[in-house]
């Protein structure tokens, strides 16, 4: 398996065509189509970035990420693309601009060639929730690849992309990372522009990627990272590389996290988790184990603070201006009847989870108390980490369940992000690994997890653990 900067090499070497790339995914897409993972092949386009990549290279530029194909999750706009967040209501938009991160690839030389399949508005944990039909596991047809960014996982998973990107508002890149056995990253908040995301709850969510390695998801995400003018959340800070730091099992210390409820993660996921950790002190390296207080209520903090920024963002849904419009006598009418048939049962769900915690009776009761909760695990985590480098912990609490398991037990699905929620929180970077797999072979990950804006080290502790398991 080739990593990135060797396709990249080759590439700008001229050793490989651009374009026979771009013939080879194709036909690879193709092959995977009963999996559901692509939403808009964008084949005619890709060609043509093909054709003038390798005229440019011919001419003697070189480019950061030549010749790499890319999927695009289907709720980051792409210029004259149809996009659609996998939502009925929005079918039809094409969107007049690019992403920032879009952007960003393009200019670097990567290639798109695809927008995936997902959980309707980010909303859901399964790949089962999108308005096109679910997306089902690489390897194990009847199971869940994990969401809300299925799609995105999948094409890497099965190889006919070499990143992809997806995006995260409580874990929808680490756990169908975990699931389908593959590197999966979610950066500190603000270190990726969210200018051209379609918004969920915009305190939580960013851009992530997925791939093969872990030295394939920091070089995308140095060519991605960076102050946006267009986006006033992201942070000017220099990305620095994880070979520009320095890692000793002395003086950066590893934190451990101490699970709490054992009994309901999944048996084989602990006893992966806790190999590694044997592994570790075999190698003479001392991990430490801590406990966050406040970790039991991110499944609840999240869904309250979620679904009510999810309830204020998908207000301009209506039909008006772009997407599925249904006319019916008057405007309450029309706006109920386009409304009604464009978005699907999950993201009616939240929104009205969300208005409800946000109404004048609750808003005490239910969004403040999470605010605080919020605050509270911040808190916690930072004086946790005060000694420590990085914080080993699950990703999620099972591997991939089988289709139709969890769909109508919310909590259950809601359950999966118990893990990954923490990061997103406290705007932390933190990364996805595959250790192991459970009984019928479906991948089992772990996460790395780093203080904010501290992605070098994180992926150097990656980087290494990837190597010594």
């Given at each position: 398996m080739k990593t990135i900067q060797e396709i990249v090499d080759a590439v700008n070497r001229q050793q490989l065509d651009p374009l026979d790339r771009v013939e080879e995914a194709i036909a690879k897409l193709t092959r995977i189509e009963p999996l559901n993972a692509v939403r808009f092949l964008l084949a005619d386009s890709a060609r043509q970035t093909a054709i003038?990549?390798?005229?440019r290279i011919q001419k003697g530029e070189t480019f950061p990420l030549a010749g790499v194909i890319v999927a695009v999750k289907d709720n980051i706009v792409t210029k004259g693309d149809e996009n659609t967040a996998a939502s009925k209501i929005l079918q039809g938009y094409h969107s007049?601009?690019?992403a920032t991160a879009v952007e960003r690839l393009r200019a670097a030389g990567a290639i798109i060639l695809a927008k995936t399949n997902?959980?309707?508005?980010a909303m859901g944990s399964s790949g089962e929730n999108s308005g096109y039909g679910l997306t089902r596991h690489p390897t194990h047809w009847n199971y869940v690849p994990g969401g809300s960014s299925s799609g995105s996982a999948v094409v890497v998973a099965t190889g006919a992309v070499d990143i992809s990107l997806g995006s995260e508002t409580g874990g929808s890149v680490r756990q169908p990372a975990s699931f389908c056995g593959i590197v999966g990253v979610k950066p500190s908040y603000g270190r990726i522009s969210r200018y051209g995301l379609i918004a969920f709850a915009s305190s939580l969510d960013q851009i992530g990627v997925f791939g093969k390695c872990v030295q394939d998801v920091e070089l995308v995400l140095s060519v991605l990272g960076g102050m946006d003018e267009k986006d006033a959340t992201s942070i000017n800070k220099p990305f620095i590389r994880m070979h520009d730091v320095s890692f000793s099992p002395d003086k950066n210390k590893i934190a451990a996290l101490d699970i709490?409820?054992?009994?309901?993660?999944q048996k084989e996921v602990r006893l992966a988790f806790e190999n590694v950790l044997q592994k570790l002190q075999n190698n003479g390296i001392t991990v430490e184990t801590v406990s966050i207080p406040s970790f039991d209520l991110s499944v609840a903090m999240y869904y309250i603070l979620a679904t009510a920024e999810a309830s204020a963002n998908l207000a301009r849904y209506d039909g008006g201006r772009y997407g599925t419009r249904i006319e019916k006598e008057g405007l309450r009418e029309t706006y109920r009847a386009t409304r009604g048939y464009g978005f699907g049962k999950e993201v009616k769900r939240r929104i009205l989870m969300g208005t409800f915690?946000?109404?004048?009776?609750?808003?005490d009761a239910y969004y403040r108390k999470a605010m605080k909760a919020r605050r509270k695990m911040s808190n916690e985590f930072f004086d946790v980490m005060k000694n420590f480098s990085v914080l080993l912990l699950p990703t999620s609490p099972t591997t991939a369940f089988q289709i139709g398991e969890k769909i109508n037990d919310p909590i259950s699905m809601y359950l999966s992000d118990i893990f990954t929620i923490p990061a997103n929180a406290i705007g932390a970077p933190s990364v996805s690994i595959p250790i192991g797999k459970d009984e019928n072979h479906l991948p089992i990950g772990m996460q790395v997890?780093?203080?904010p804006f501290e992605e070098a080290i994180m992926f150097r502790v990656a980087h290494w653990l990837e190597t010594i398991l």
């Open positions: 003038t990549l390798r005229d007049p601009f690019d997902m959980d309707e508005f709490p409820n054992k009994d309901a993660v915690v946000l109404s004048a009776g609750y808003y997890m780093a203080k």
